[in-house]
């Protein structure tokens, strides 16, 4: 029977080799390594490469605290033959150094799979100039639990700006349960694109394409009006698909810098010269929301609602945009908090849009604010003095429940309510605030 957990395990054994790094000066430095199946291994730089009674004690101590997942496999970087000692060095510097630690040990963490989510933190693809069609923000919508309204209120916004003559193009990332796409559709009939973004990523590698072949063009008069939404699917939903998606894999192959999302997000800035690109992202922590969440993006408009999972799923986000980033004194990125699903009873509603207020201010203080920097003039971050501040990230956008959204034939049917209810447009006018565009 175990005795205990793999959490306990790695953290009692990373105890023991700062306790020994410091008792032994003999070691330079160390790299422990957790591989694909949580089992720990060790490279360890040393003067002496005969060391054998230091090896033998590292290991001795190392698995009276971490057996069975500790594999008694130490790599002594000083009897490795040059290849090696090449190897141990990329190691070491791909490895992380362990929150508080000493500079000579480093963690090394392989998976298997949401490498997105665990890569080191990236940045916008472009800095958003304000210059129309040249440097189109990227703003991404994101739940954490399904059913909230994300691709509605994702809808809404693209309709209420090509209602003011702009071109919107919204792309489905959305792969393993698509939707915008259809709902966004090219005619009332429900007609999309024979092909979209899961084809995209799978097809791009080999060559260039026709970005025409993964789009269609949502014109409908009664929904755009003045201005088009030109719409990638997720991909044609038939007996096809499901082989698809068990192809797609979103790390890069040995040797490649730039994955196929990012191709697509920069073909579509300079073949289409949108003015938005809006992207719809799967709920959870699946692969394609770690790439989209990752600082790619200008904007995220995080959805959740008063329930306990969903504030559990928001704390990962809001870490990872936030805290996560000031740690590595970088700026977080920007998001927009939306409360959704508010009850329409107007007691109950205040009492909710209160609650939520309350907890997304703790919740973002917590995992996502600087503290208050000691020179009153400094502006790097979003501080604690912040919130304050009603458009400050934490400040949510409330969107009640709406039955007659819920159901209907074509977009056609809810197209002026998702452009003039008041919530949809304050949800609007935060994002535009952010990018200080203003109306024509």
């Known amino acids: 029977m175990l005795t205990c957990h793999l959490d306990e395990a790695r953290k009692a054994t990373i105890e023991t080799l700062r306790r020994l790094t410091k008792e032994k000066p003999s070691i330079n430095r160390a790299v422990l390594i957790e591989d694909i199946f949580g089992k720990l291994r060790l490279i360890l730089w040393t003067p002496d490469s005969g060391d054998v009674d230091l090896e033998r004690e590292i290991n001795e101590k190392i698995a009276e605290v971490a057996a069975p997942y500790w594999t008694s496999e130490i790599w002594m970087a000083s009897r490795g033959n040059p290849a090696d000692r090449e190897l141990y060095e990329q ?55 399904g059913g909230v309204g994300r691709s509605t209120a994702l809808a809404s916004f693209a309709i209420q700006r090509a209602r003011v003559g702009e071109r919107v193009v919204v792309i489905d990332f959305d792969l393993d349960a698509p939707g915008v796409g259809v709902l966004l559709a ?29 789009y269609h063009a949502c014109r409908q008069s009664a929904v755009t009006q003045s201005g088009e939404i030109l719409v990638f699917p997720a991909g044609c ?39 938005w690109i809006l992207l719809d992202t799967r709920t959870g922590l699946s692969e394609s929301s770690g790439l989209l969440l990752g600082g790619l993006a200008h ?72 503290a208050d920097p000691e020179d009153a003039e400094e502006d790097n971050f979003w501080y604690i003095r912040d919130i304050e501040n009603e458009v400050a990230p934490h400040a949510p956008v409330a969107i009640s429940y709406e039955p007659k959204l819920a159901h209907f034939d074509s977009i056609e049917d809810v197209a002026d309510p998702l452009a003039s209810l008041p919530e949809y447009r304050s949800l609007a006018e935060r994002i535009v605030a952010k990018f200080m565009r203003e109306e024509e």
């Open 237 to 275: 939903l038939n007996g096809d698909f499901l082989g698809k998606l068990a192809r797609v894999d979103f790390e890069l192959p040995v040797g490649e810098k730039i994955g196929s999302h990012v191709q697509l997000l920069r073909e579509v800035r300079d073949e289409l010269q949108p003015d």
């Open 299 to 370: 904007l995220h408009v995080l959805f959740g609602t008063s329930s306990e999972q969903s504030w559990q799923g928001l704390r990962v986000i809001i870490d990872r945009l936030g805290a996560n980033r000031v740690l590595a004194d970088k700026p977080q990125l920007e998001c927009l908090l939306v409360q959704s699903l508010v009850p329409q009873d107007t007691k109950a509603a205040k009492d909710a849009v209160a609650g939520f207020a309350e907890r997304a201010q703790d919740e973002f203080s917590e995992h996502y604010y600087a």
């Open 91 to 145: 190691v070491w510097n791909e490895s992380r150094p362990e929150e508080d630690t000493l500079e000579h040990l480093r963690i090394a963490d392989r998976h298997r799979t949401r490498g997105a989510w665990l890569c080191d933190m990236t940045e916008p693809l472009w800095q958003w100039t304000g210059e129309r069609d040249k440097s189109p923000p990227i703003v991404v919508f994101y739940s954490f639990k």
């Open 186 to 214: 090219a005619d009332p009939s429900g007609m999309i694109a024979s092909w979209g973004v899961i084809d995209y990523l799978l097809e791009r590698p080999y060559d260039s394409v026709d970005l025409r072949d993964y």
